[in-house]
């Protein structure tokens, strides 16, 4: 399991026990987004701070750190057989794959919220739209 322990830190818990295994540290603003890896090796963070942090959840080094953002990163996912070159996400302007710019949202389109399961993102609109992305080899939109 996985919860914020104050804005800026993931924690990792046993479900089981309920013993904090991990304290994930390194952004440097609000976490807004985390998602285990399919193989619950390692979590993905996104943040106000525009990083997506990648983190190996048995020693919780952060792994990677994708930059150059220039928004705040809402909502990550790992695609079902992924790893760390296939990780989906969104900013608020864009859908990205890793650090490639897929989509580029125009200002009617970009999401007031959003969530990234398995090959599609959703994204929620102010006007109560909703637009659905479905993504199958890598960058290919279907």
């Known amino acids: 399991?996985?919860?914020?322990?104050?804005?800026?830190?993931?924690?990792?818990?046993?479900?089981?026990?309920?013993?904090?295994?991990?304290t994930l540290e390194g952004h440097s603003d609000s976490v807004n987004s985390v998602a285990f890896s399919p193989d619950s090796k390692q979590v993905i963070s996104g943040s106000d701070d525009?990083?997506?942090?990648?983190?190996?959840?048995?020693?919780?080094?952060?792994?990677?750190?994708?930059?150059?953002?220039?928004?705040s990163i809402n909502s990550v996912a790992f695609l079902p057989d992924s790893n760390i070159a296939r990780t989906l996400f969104t900013s608020s302007t864009w859908v990205k794959e890793g650090e490639s710019n897929l989509i580029?949202?125009?200002?009617?389109?970009?999401?007031?919220?959003?969530?990234?399961?398995?090959?599609?993102?959703v994204l929620g609109h102010s006007s109560g739209r909703i637009s659905i992305l479905g993504f199958k080899d890598g960058p290919k939109l279907i």
Do not use: F
């Not at 399991?1 to 479900?15: A, Q």
């Not at 959840?57 to 928004?71: K, R």
């Not at 919220?113 to 993102?121: F, G, L, M, Q």
């Open 104 to 121: 580029w949202l125009p200002p009617v389109y970009r999401a007031t919220c959003e969530a990234v399961w398995n090959e599609a993102i």
């Open 1 to 22: 399991m996985v919860s914020e322990s104050d804005d800026k830190t993931v924690r990792l818990w046993d479900t089981v026990t309920g013993t904090s295994l991990q």
């Open 50 to 71: 525009k990083t997506v942090r990648l983190w190996d959840t048995v020693t919780g080094t952060s792994l990677q750190t994708l930059e150059g953002h220039s928004n």
